[in-house]
């Protein structure tokens, strides 16, 4: 098949809302390429947005000059697949510069249309509603399977791709094969969010059991014998990275195990690190000169040739309270007390850390699930910060200015200091206000993929945190930023200063 088939299904799905569209849309460009496991498999990780291959070096900074597009459409998936994976191989001296001209090579054979997919697809930014739900959906309508049975796998196997294939070559048989396998990650289970522990409380029945949200990175660990890995929530392997962490579970009194746990970099009086101290071990292969992490389990899904995924929460953590001490246990409550909840929450920011976590005692362990059994507490931080420049939106916001950036007022300049981008929160009206808004205030017109625009919107913006960076010039940027409204009641001059930013900053 032709990667001009995929594009053209890509831009097809992103053009429409309609949930059940996208699905039939996904399944009738996968049973064209059925016969095929390998072609499944990559068709599956394009339209999600990911390679096969995760990481190839190439980004937004290596798109910005192309070639010109091919008349005729000549690329196929496999071809694709495969100059994808070389370009990945390339390493060494001169590195850069063959990267750039294999990617350069790719473009000259690939049509205008093409090109769009491939650039979006390799920035980052192929944003076209097909998440996973969506994607498993279409999987199990085009293999003739149920939805129920492509979840399942996928779940087990933490790899869609993987899954789909399997599902339209061989059928539910081969859907059997994914189980549980201590050395094999699954997806972990996500949460829902609540706006306060009483709404959590409300949310699951009454009754919840709490635990510490750590700032930390959340690790699945598996032990076999005297075989240990750990792996990422996106299910890459870092176990070289983290010693200790393979030392506190080989301490454990249980020879094969898969665990739910918390790494984290703590400081001699327990509280924690900023994120980025802990984030640093995971990227670094020379481990002389950083900071030791601990490490604390949170939930037990295999010990000892015992499957819990399916058990309710309190029964797994009976099982982890069996062979986790409780000094290296997320601390936790069960309460159905909204004072004691609120209590515990209280305690737990106190301490340093995110807020937390509220679960079902009844819920089993939904991999590869944004589940109602969990739910997150967090309070919002929030500032007004003014809009620097917006990028014209891909996918479904085609046409539409999406993207902000975001700055502080810096009083000493009178400019202002650049903290991030984000294109979150924003409603089909607000983007359609804000199109017209920015145009408005556009200072060389609006032909660049980046339009710079007069400083003078104020937006208000909710966040999770700031941490520290390298890529703006004051050094810090905003997690998990979104927009909450625009302050037209505001001047930019009332706007927060980069001060106060960094007063939140260092306050951590």
Known sequence: MLLAD???????VAATSARLAKINRIATLLSAVADDARSVAVTVSWLSGELPQRQIGVGWAA???????????????????????????VAGKGSQAL??????????????????????????????????????????KSAGVPAAEIRRAAMLAGDLPSVAAAA??????????????????????????????????????GTAILEAKLDGARVQIHRSGSAVSIYTRSLDDVTARLPEVVAATLALPATDLIADAEAIALRPDGRPHRFQVTAARFGRKNLTDVEDLSVFFFDLLHVDGRDLLDLPTSERFAALDAIVPAAARVDRLSTADPGAAAEFLNRTLAAGHEGVMAKSPAAPYEAGRRGSGWLKVKPVHTLDLVVLAVE?????????????????????????????????????????WQTERFTELAVDGTEGYVVQVRPE?????????????TRYPGGMALRFARVLRYRDDKTPAEADT??????????H
């Not at 995929?6 to 097809?12: G, I, K, Q, R």
């Not at 597009?69 to 496999?78: E, G, R, V, W």
């Open 6 to 12: 995929v594009a053209a299904a890509s831009a097809e």
């Open 63 to 89: 798109l910005r000059s192309l070639p010109p597009p091919a008349s005729t459409a000549t690329l196929t998936i496999a071809e694709v697949d495969a100059r994808f994976t070389r370009i990945g191989q």
């Open 99 to 140: 990267r750039a001209g294999l990617v350069a090579e790719l473009f000259s054979t690939a049509t205008a249309g093409e090109q769009t997919f491939l650039r979006r697809l390799l920035g980052g930014e192929l944003r076209q509603g097909a998440l996973v739900g969506v994607m498993a959906d279409a999987v199990a």
């Open 168 to 205: 339209l070559i061989g059928g539910s048989s081969a859907l059997a094969e994914f189980r549980l396998q201590v050395g094999r990650p699954v997806g972990p289970m996500l949460a829902q969010t609540a706006t306060s522990v009483s709404d959590a409380l409300e949310r699951l029945g």
């Open 392 to 432: 014209w939106g891909s996918g479904r916001r085609t046409g539409k200015l999406s993207n902000i950036h975001l700055g502080a007022r810096d009083p000493a300049t009178g400019g202002f200091v650049m903290l991030g981008k984000t294109f979150k929160g924003m409603t089909d009206a607000m983007l359609d």
């Open 457 to 469: 919107q104020v937006v208000e913006i909710a966040f999770d945190g700031i941490q520290g960076s």
């Open 498 to 507: 980069v001060d106060t930013v960094r007063a939140l900053y260092e306050s």
